[in-house]
Nanobody
C-alpha cells in the first residue's frame, strides 16, 4: 500500500502562484510514476502533470509553460509549482501514484483562482 499526503492549495488571484506537495509513504519502492490530476465541477478528471521513474515529465497543454513538476527522491515527494494561475485552473487537484500497475489517489486539495 502507498499512502499519499497532499498539502498546498487554497485561494489565489489570477496571475498568482501556488505550490502543491505530495509525499508518498508505505510501499514506495517500484513506484512507476507520480503526478497530479485535477477535476473541475461537472468535468472529468484530467491529467495535469506526471513524472516517470526515469525523470521524464509530461504536462497537459493547458499548463505548459506555467506549471512545473519536480521530485525530491530523498523525501519521496513531488511538487507542483503553479504560476500565472488562471480562473480556469480552479479545480480539486489529486495526487496520483502508480506502483506495479496499481493506482493510488490522494484525498484532493482545492485550488481556487479568482478573476
Amino acid at each position: 500500500q502507498v499512502q499519499l499526503a497532499e498539502s498546498g492549495g487554497g485561494l489565489v488571484q489570477a496571475g498568482g502562484s501556488l505550490r502543491l506537495s505530495c509525499a508518498a509513504s508505505g510501499s514506495i519502492f517500484s513506484i512507476n510514476s507520480m503526478g497530479w490530476y485535477r477535476q473541475a465541477p461537472g468535468q472529468q478528471r484530467e491529467l495535469v502533470a506526471i513524472i516517470l521513474r526515469s525523470g521524464s515529465t509530461t504536462y497537459a497543454d493547458s499548463v505548459k509553460g506555467r506549471f512545473t513538476l519536480s521530485r525530491d527522491n530523498a523525501k519521496n515527494t513531488v511538487y507542483l509549482q503553479m504560476n500565472s494561475l488562471k480562473p480556469e485552473d480552479t479545480a480539486v487537484y489529486y495526487c496520483n501514484v502508480v506502483r506495479n500497475s496499481v493506482i493510488y489517489w490522494g484525498q484532493g486539495t482545492q485550488v481556487t483562482v479568482s478573476s
